[in-house]
Nanobody, 114 residues
Framework: VQLQASGGGSVRAGGSLRLSCLAT????????MGWYRQASGKQRELIAR???????TYASNVKGRFTISRDNAKTTVYLQMNSLKPEDTAVYYC?????????WGQGTLVTVSS
């Protein structure tokens, strides 16, 4: 299983970005897909998850600004990020949980300037 994340970049505060993550390979029985981020000098934190039944959860510091979704094939997960703030600057990683195992993408950098 491989995860390919894309969509990162640089944006001014208040702007928007949309991240995508495509899962390829022997993908089946996905329990959840999600997005994490890691800012410089900080621990990786969970941002949003979408479960197999479509339920979603968000970290409190992004709720209302970020939206996680997936395609009908359930192999691509998106993160729509609006009203971005400088503190959203981080490397964003997609995650997939399948049959009890975790899989990670390579990370995509998001930089938000004030």
């Amino acid at each position: 299983v491989q995860l390919q994340a894309s969509g990162g970049g640089s944006v001014r505060a208040g702007g928007s970005l949309r991240l995508s993550c495509l899962a390829t390979g022997n993908v089946a029985d996905i329990s959840e897909m999600g997005w994490y981020r890691q800012a410089s000098g900080k621990q990786r934190e969970l941002i949003a998850r979408i479960f197999s039944n479509g339920a979603t959860t968000y970290a409190s510091n992004v709720k209302g600004r970020f939206t996680i979704s997936r395609d009908n094939a359930k192999t691509t997960v998106y993160l729509q990020m609006n009203s971005l703030k400088p503190e959203d600057t981080a490397v964003y990683y997609c995650n997939l949980v399948m049959r009890g195992s975790d899989y990670w993408g390579q990370g995509t950098l998001v930089t938000v300037s004030s």
